[in-house]
């Protein structure tokens, strides 16, 4: 089968919404289709390695295509404006490239994978082919009355907002890809809810983040129960992210209960940090390491004894993920993706009612996690276990299932069920 791919971030070397254009593409190849992949610039040389290392056979089944756009666009991405702009201009110029393509391929599928984005949708629909959309994000919003955790409220809730209302209302590419999708993946209610508004006919829930199948070990792992609660708390130290949130609940867990937390990570907080951590009565019971090599991090993620993230807006987070791929309990909140994917007995997860009582809710979480260690590791077995389904090649085998059951004349080509069926078994 041809694929047409749409991954404006695309990079082997790199994460979020980068690795995960990248895997969409290398899960289509991997599986045994034709692929071409429209792209930026920004992950050539990465993609110019991962390409050198194929097969000669396999090479010839991978085109990456790389759209430029014009200088002015590129300098113009280093601020907030021009970064809407780059991708809208990029958007256009990619459907070009396809139409072009087009002439010469007959493309049996186009899957737009990046970026995740509700309010960007994608000008490929014009092509008329099918088509799948996603995973997408982007119709969440942060609760407003945990505003004052986010100082920068303005800038990156309301401006965001707006612009997310002006995209969908006015730019009828959004509307257009939507009703014209085959198949429209999202990964939180409030983004399929949204989806369904502008005209989404087909919509299926689908985690956006997926596991390198080297990442889980071979067993759940065991850890050893020690005196004091290891907690880690891993991500970019952004306002949205709401670290001091998780701090203040920190600063209100009994004093009998001993604790220590590792923060992973950097960003515009971590000045603050120092100051946080005075201000909730927390000196001498929290590390931070900042940003750390990946290697080190997958180490953190075994040494610790509960993964703790309470993300104010997050299509799901790529990190809890990976904490139940390393058997990690998590204490989390309960909305959004993490309220939609990460299983009930996996977590335990704070409602989204008020700050007061979200954090003493989150407190009493970690209390929890102490008294009791036996349930701390029957959480990180169901964890572990929904993790190992997630892996990215499984992932792809299960878009692929989808597309066989919700639209068969895009089916020729894929994979029979029986061999889809055989290739987990060998998992």
């Known amino acids: 089968m041809n694929v047409l791919v749409s991954a404006y971030a695309c990079n ?74 780059h991708y809208i201009v990029w958007q256009f110029l990619a459907w070009r490239t396809a139409r072009r393509l087009s002439q010469q391929v007959h493309f049996d599928l186009v899957h737009h994978a990046s970026y995740g984005s509700l309010q960007m949708a994608s000008w490929l629909w014009r092509l008329g082919r099918p088509m799948v959309i996603g995973p997408l994000g982007g119709g969440q919003h942060a609760p407003v009355a945990f505003k004052r955790y986010v100082p920068d409220w303005f800038k990156t809730e309301t401006l965001r907002n707006a612009i997310a209302w002006l995209l ?124 750390l090599p990946w290697t080190e991090v997958h180490a953190m993620y075994l040494s610790h004894d509960v993964f703790m993230f309470a993300s104010l807006r997050d299509s799901f987070a790529m990190q809890l993920l990976e904490a139940m791929g390393a058997g990690l309990p998590i204490i989390t909140l309960d909305h959004q993706g993490a309220r939609d994917f990460i299983p009930a007995a996996a977590a335990l997860k704070a409602p989204v009612t008020t700050p007061a009582e979200t954090v ?42 989808l597309l066989t059951d919700l639209a068969p004349p895009v089916a020729v080509g894929l994979p029979s069920i029986a061999a889809r069926q055989a290739s987990i078994s060998r998992l």
């Not at 895997?23 to 610039?41: F, P, Q, R």
């Not at 407190?363 to 990215?392: H, I, L, S």
């Not at 499984?394 to 299932?401: A, P």
């Open 12 to 85: 082997p070397a790199r994460g979020g919404e980068e690795g995960i254009g990248f895997n969409w593409m290398h899960e289509w190849h991997h599986t045994g289709h034709h692929v071409w992949c429209l792209t930026t610039t920004a992950g050539q040389p990465g993609l110019t390695a991962y390409v050198n290392h194929l097969g000669p056979d396999e090479r010839a089944r991978m085109h990456i295509e790389y759209v430029r756009v014009p200088q002015v666009i590129d300098y113009l991405y280093r601020w907030q404006f021009g970064v809407y702009l």
């Open 360 to 401: 003493a809710a989150l407190a009493r979480a970690v209390e929890v996690c102490y008294d009791n260690p036996a349930q701390r590791v029957a959480m990180g077995r169901v964890g572990y276990a929904f993790a190992c389904t997630q892996t990215w090649y499984l992932r792809s085998l299960g878009l692929q299932q």
């Open 168 to 291: 969908t209302t006015f730019d009828p590419n959004v509307r257009k890809s939507l009703q014209h999708a085959t198949l429209v993946l999202t990964t939180n209610n409030e983004t399929a809810t949204r989806v369904k508004q502008l005209g989404g006919q087909r919509v299926q829930m689908f985690l956006d983040s997926g596991l390198p199948a080297g990442f889980l070990p071979t067993e759940f792992p065991v850890r050893a129960q020690g005196e004091v609660l290891r907690i880690l708390w891993l991500g970019r130290l952004v306002t949205r992210k709401a670290l001091p949130l998780v701090l203040e609940a920190l600063g209100q867990v009994n004093p009998r209960v001993p604790f220590h937390l590792t923060i992973v990570g950097d960003g515009v907080l971590g000045p603050q940090l120092p100051d946080l951590i005075r201000q909730n009565g927390l000196e001498g019971r929290v590390t931070w390491t900042g940003t």
